[in-house]
């Protein structure tokens, strides 16, 4: 795993941003893996400002989102669709049927986990995938204890994680409590890999990660297996580490 020491958030917002205008710049057809989530909000940003200025243009880019909540639309200000939408997708020139996120109110959701991976398949793989980080070592919505040879499927969300994401809601009890996402073995497929952690809350995650041992028990673990993995974390997130 590569680490980069960013300063602070805007720090690692810029640095990532670097990395996804590089690939969107390299490729005919870039295939980009995105994330929702507090953390990737200032790479968004970057992204938007770039794209304003002619810099990075999306024409070309495809984009596969992690995870959706299940029984939430598009229209749903909580969807991860309408997230997506409103932070980065209705601000660039990139083509909205080509920006994918899995269906949450599919009438087959089996079948919506199915057919999102077998298009994630058939744009031959993501180049680069970005990714945050839960507390309990979560990448997409795979908890602790997700088999490692996952591929995208339907998720009963962890307490700890409806609690961390409960500040979006009115209510603990409009927090869903399942979702779909990619698996790790479709997360681990993609070409390269950036990793984002910002954040004191997030030092003993980091610590863990970097430390310690490659478990299911610990989903992000897996990333140490993985040829072309970045870590841009902050100093709060890297002041736990030895
Ligand atoms: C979101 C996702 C999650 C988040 C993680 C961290 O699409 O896949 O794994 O990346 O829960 O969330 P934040 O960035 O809000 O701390």
């Known amino acids: 795993m590569n680490i980069i020491a960013a300063k602070d958030y805007q720090d690692m917002s810029e640095k990532a941003c670097e990395i996804v205008s590089e690939t969107v710049k390299s490729k005919d057809k870039p295939v980009l893996g995105l994330a929702t989530g507090s953390t990737?909000?200032?790479?968004?940003?970057?992204?938007?400002?770039?794209?304003?200025?002619?810099?990075?243009?999306?024409?070309?880019?495809?984009?596969?989102?992690?995870?959706?909540?299940?029984?939430?639309?598009?229209?749903?200000?909580?969807s991860y669709r309408y997230f997506m939408n409103e932070k980065l997708f209705n601000h660039i020139n990139?083509?909205?049927?080509?920006?994918?996120?899995?269906?949450?109110?599919?009438?087959?959701?089996?079948?919506?986990?199915?057919?999102?991976?077998?298009?994630?398949?058939?744009?031959?793989?993501?180049?680069?995938?970005?990714?945050?980080?839960?507390?309990?070592?979560?990448?997409?919505?795979n908890e602790p204890g997700t088999p490692f040879t996952s591929r995208t499927h339907i998720v009963e969300l962890d307490e700890s994680t409806r609690q961390a994401n409960a500040r979006f809601f009115d209510s603990m009890d409009e927090v869903p409590t399942q979702a779909i996402t990619t698996g790790i073995e479709t997360i681990m497929d993609s070409k390269k890999i950036v990793l984002l952690v910002s954040g004191?809350?997030?030092?003993?995650?980091?610590?863990?990660?970097?430390?310690g041992e490659v478990s299911e028990d610990f989903p992000a673990s897996i990333l140490k297996e993985h040829a072309d993995v970045t870590i841009i974390a902050d100093e709060a997130a890297l002041s736990k580490v030895d």
């Open 40 to 78: 990737p909000e200032g790479l968004y940003q970057c992204l938007i400002e770039k794209n304003k200025t002619n810099e990075v243009n999306f024409e070309h880019v495809t984009t596969f989102n992690l995870d959706e909540y299940v029984g939430l639309d598009a229209d749903n200000p909580n």
């Open 94 to 141: 990139v083509n909205q049927d080509n920006t994918h996120v899995p269906s949450g109110v599919a009438s087959n959701l089996e079948e919506e986990c199915a057919t999102y991976e077998k298009l994630i398949k058939e744009h031959g793989a993501i180049d680069l995938q970005i990714l945050g980080i839960g507390l309990n070592g979560h990448i997409g919505f």
């Open 200 to 211: 004191e809350n997030k030092a003993d995650t980091v610590k863990r990660l970097m430390e």
